[in-house]
């Protein structure tokens, strides 16, 4: 089992920043990775590392803008958000597996999942 706790979200305007955390614990993680949910919507990739070697893989949405990366002393996942735009509002999920099943940008990747924590950026 991984648990994960996500902070971090938040209120900011168009064009602010904001950074946020997934402190992970429990199995050795294989990868990590952000994923979001807009109302209305269905729940999209963003961004995801690979533990061991740091491999990055990003969304088109958010190259350029976003960076994912971790600290494994501190078992931490983070996800730096800068040129925030209003349809980056959503909520955000922290996502980690431990094996290498299917492709890193799917969802169905991540049998470990975070609680979540809202992003509204305003315009």
């Known amino acids: 089992q991984v648990q994960l706790v996500e902070s971090g979200g938040g209120l900011v305007q168009a064009g602010g920043s904001l950074r946020l955390s997934c402190v992970a614990s429990?199995?050795?993680?294989?990868?990590m990775g952000w994923f979001r949910k807009a109302p209305g919507k269905e729940r999209e990739f963003v961004a995801a590392?690979?533990?061991?070697?740091?491999?990055?893989y990003y969304a088109d949405s958010v190259k350029g803008r976003f960076t994912i990366s971790r600290d494994n002393a501190k078992n931490t996942l983070y996800l730096q958000m800068d040129s925030l735009k209003p349809e980056d509002t959503a909520v955000y999920y922290c996502?980690?597996?431990?094996?290498?099943?299917?492709?890193?940008?799917?969802?169905?990747?991540?049998?470990?999942w975070g609680q979540g924590t809202q992003v509204t950026v305003s315009s």
């Open positions: 996502a980690a597996s431990v094996s290498a099943f299917y492709t890193v940008y799917s969802k169905d990747a991540y049998p470990y």
């Open positions: 429990g199995r050795t993680k294989y990868r």
């Open positions: 590392i690979m533990w061991a070697g740091g491999n990055t």
